[in-house]
């Protein structure tokens, strides 16, 4: 049998629903095929809080345990992030909490486990559709975005966490283009901050990017 390519997947779009209700739409994104992640995932972990939600964050993709629970950010990652959001003063359930992929992405170098393996561009291009539509029904003012993939997904491939990190920038409505378009705060991802040999230095720098999305809430 002849591998797979990305030119046999059709993207997410025809699997997003023009006019749905909420639950029509979530219901619908564990239906979607739109890339190859769906074979070896366990479901599709959509985004999840309130709707409609003031502050929204974007997370690159959901991670093993994430793939289980069918939740994101309730990992170790998920755990800081909540720490973190404490801190700089608001709630996860305030928050809406996504990720611009909805498949966990994994290898399996040695017996069972999964690790976690960054998505391609054209996965993250694939399911960006979805993004478009939930962020479009959840309407936030501010929009934190986390880490690299997140960032390249909404900003295009030149963004780099470090230069932009903690400062308020337009949403790109050239490349997503939303009826009421928020902006966003760049920031790190959870996860670097749990892999990091300086965490306290960086879970600080993270809690400080994140008051800069809350005070952006009031401007
Ligand atoms: N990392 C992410 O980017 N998203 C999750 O949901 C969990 C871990
Ligand atoms: Fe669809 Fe996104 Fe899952 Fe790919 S990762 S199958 S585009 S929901």
Redesign the pocket.
């Given at each position: 049998m002849t591998p797979l390519r990305p030119s046999d997947?059709p993207?997410?779009t025809a699997?997003v629903p023009a006019e749905a209700t909420w639950a029509q739409l979530t219901h619908a994104?564990q239906e979607?095929?739109?890339?190859?992640?769906?074979l070896e995932?366990t479901q599709?972990v959509f985004g999840e809080g309130p709707v409609p939600a003031r502050l929204a964050l974007v997370g690159e993709?959901p991670g093993d345990r994430e793939d289980v629970a069918g939740e994101p950010f309730v990992g170790p990652a998920g755990r800081l992030l909540d720490r973190a959001l404490e801190k700089a003063g608001t709630a996860r359930e305030e928050v809406y909490v996504t990720n611009v992929?909805?498949?966990f992405r994994f290898t399996r170098p040695r017996g069972k486990q999964r690790i976690h393996k960054s998505?391609a561009r054209w996965?993250v291009a694939?399911?960006e559709p979805?993004l478009v539509a939930e962020l479009s029904r959840v309407q936030p003012h501010v929009v934190v975005v986390l880490g690299a993939t997140a960032g390249q997904a909404v900003f295009g491939p030149a963004f780099r966490v470090g230069t932009s990190r903690g400062t308020v920038v337009p949403w790109p409505q050239d490349r997503l283009p939303l009826a009421d378009a928020p902006v966003c705060i760049p920031t790190a991802h959870p996860s670097s901050v749990l892999r990091s040999r300086q965490r306290d230095e960086d879970l600080a720098a993270l809690v400080s990017d994140l008051q800069v999305a809350v005070a952006a809430l009031d401007a």
């Open positions: 997947f993207g997410a699997f994104s979607c095929r739109g890339c190859d992640l769906y995932a599709t993709q992929v909805k498949h998505p996965q694939a399911c979805w």
